[in-house]
């Protein structure tokens, strides 16, 4: 299933970068039915960043949604490549166990708006749940929460940005 964000910034594209590849600022960072974060990975190779989160979902599960996983709880690996040159790259994400079954990509842009003022950063991808009879269902109830997580985190980009972080 296709999904879209897009968030306004009133800063240089360069210091949004920063923060949205932080580190620091993902494990402070407190998102809808999710723990914080587990940082697995995270890099700068030239203009080449990376870092790379495990979470936990710690939120209620649909019946749907509970037959899909079972018992076990839900983790996934969410990994953000930007290049700081371009301020292009990926957002993916996958579950810990079963990637196959559920996992997404999208391209990561961030531009200066027309007004010189500020960024636009755009995520456009698609969200897969592979399981016969009940995907599109389970996909129709996850992207809200996605592009949901993704507001807030750009509202504490926003008060980071405004804080002077």
């Not at 914080?36 to 030239?46: A, N």
């Not at 079954?101 to 200066?112: E, H, K, P, Q």
């Amino acid at each position: 299933m296709r999904f879209e964000a897009e968030h306004e910034f009133a800063a240089p594209r360069a210091r949004v970068a920063d923060l949205l590849c932080d580190a620091e600022f993902h494990r402070t960072l407190d998102l809808p039915d999710l723990s914080r974060p587990e940082v697995l990975e995270s890099t700068t190779d030239g203009a080449s960043r990376v870092l790379r989160l495990r979470y936990e979902y710690v939120g209620q599960l649909d019946p749907v949604a509970r037959r899909i996983v079972g018992d076990g709880g839900i983790a996934w690996i969410q990994e953000l490549r930007l290049d700081t040159v371009s301020f292009t790259g990926t957002l993916s994400f996958s579950a810990e166990r079963g990637a196959g079954r559920l996992n997404g990509a999208g391209d990561v842009t961030i531009v200066t708006r027309e007004d010189a003022a500020g960024c636009r950063r755009r995520i456009a991808g698609d969200l897969h749940v592979r399981v016969p009879v009940v995907g599109s269902s389970a996909e129709r109830r996850i992207v809200p929460g996605l592009i949901r997580r993704l507001d807030v985190e750009a509202a504490a980009v926003t008060r980071a940005l405004q804080d002077g972080a």
